[in-house]
């Protein structure tokens, strides 16, 4: 491990700028921003080039307590994805407002893919309430929302509920673990809109 920083200073003072490009096996090429890459507050600290020329910035922001967040951008501004991780992960700004959360919901995880018209969110939280109370919340929502196809399953530790509608176009899936008295619970929910 001894010789890790001085290869990281060897490369960055052989770029020169602290950057360099390599090509991929499909023709495109990757820019990789060291420093932008370490600093860990970048919106491009990698840039995809494909063979048509397209390109995708994946940038890298960390807080002070650790969490991370990446995320990518098209070349024409779009945000292609986003990834978070840590205790200060928050949930992204189109995140639907009307799904509930438990009072004690802490975010650990969230994660939005977009895919031509269809937005995919992910989220992680653990929470200190009754896993089975907070299930009935969540199945009482899905109930509520008109899907054309609704789906529980209910064990001793493990609680689900999904809704899709029949043309694919939204679709919601809650998981919540029910760990013992003295932990918290975790659920993951994921949410597809078209």
């Not at 995809?48 to 967040?69: L, P, W």
Request: proline share 2%.
């Amino acid at each position: 491990m001894k010789w890790l920083m001085p290869l990281f200073i060897s490369v960055i003072l052989l770029t020169g700028c602290g950057s360099f490009t390599f090509s991929d096996d499909d023709d495109g090429e990757v820019s990789i921003n060291l420093f932008g890459l370490f600093s860990g507050d970048t919106d491009d600290a990698i840039t995809v080039t494909d063979k048509d020329g397209a390109e995708q910035s994946i940038g890298f922001k960390q807080d002070d307590d650790g969490s991370i967040e990446v995320s990518g951008t098209s070349d024409d501004g779009e945000e292609t994805f986003s990834f978070g991780a840590g205790a200060s992960s928050e949930l992204h700004e189109e995140f639907p407002k009307e799904i509930p959360f438990p009072d004690s919901a802490q975010i650990v995880g969230t994660q939005r893919v977009a895919d031509e018209n269809e937005v995919m969110f992910t989220v992680q939280f653990i929470f200190e309430e009754d896993a089975a109370e907070v299930y009935e919340v969540y199945k009482d929502f899905v109930h509520g929302q008109n899907y054309d196809d609704v789906q529980e399953m209910e064990t001793d530790v493990n609680f689900s509920v999904q809704g899709a509608m029949e043309d694919k176009s939204k679709s919601i899936s809650l998981s919540v673990t029910n760990y013992a008295e003295d932990e918290e619970n975790m659920a993951v929910l994921i949410v597809i809109n078209d």
